[in-house]
């Protein structure tokens, strides 16, 4: 009986020896990847303040802000996300190496397939950034060229003109970002046809009589001819 219990606390023992040996020697690689992190950090942060400072020097908000397009408010969201953004992109480039360090190499990979699909993600922050404006061009120049035919009717197609760029930009983005994009070309390949038959129809009926006034003439011309 004695001799079981000696060899349990043999065996133990050895456990332990072998956890608290592994434990110490571990601990350089966890500290030399925290101190990568933290550099990774530290970088971010600054990078983003220099990234923030440069655009306050040139005066980006104010001066799409003159142009009656877009107000600071709406500019500085679009900053923010887009220094968010690469902010992110440098803590994962310095977060990969932590983990390597580490010995977390399958964590390493999703990283890696984040890390290549990132750009894609600030693309469909500045599509939907130039959307926006357009978008808010388009609605002015709609408004003011209909201002004639009444107010109403003025807001009511700059509304819907705004409307439609928006809803194009979406589905760009969404493309850019790779979600549902056969469904999203297909829907896209149908909303111009759809336009394309509209137009063609409301063109052909509406320029029937005239088609029809214009040949008259010819003929009547050629006939007196």
Known sequence: MTSIFIIMFASTNDVLTRFWSNFINYLPIFFGGLV????????AALFKKILFTLLAFFRVDALLNKTGLVTQKEVRIWQEVLTELVKWTIIILFLIPTLETWGLSRATAVLNQFLFYLPNVIVAVIIGFVGIIVSNLTADLVKHSIKSSGATS????SAFAKSTIIFFTVLIMMNQLGVAQDLIRIFFTGIVAAIAIAGGLAFGLGGRDAA??????????LEKG
């Open 36 to 43: 990568i992190l933290v550099v990774g950090f530290l970088v």
């Open 154 to 157: 003025a807001i009511t197609l």
């Open 212 to 221: 029809k006034r214009i040949l008259d003439d010819i003929m009547n011309k």
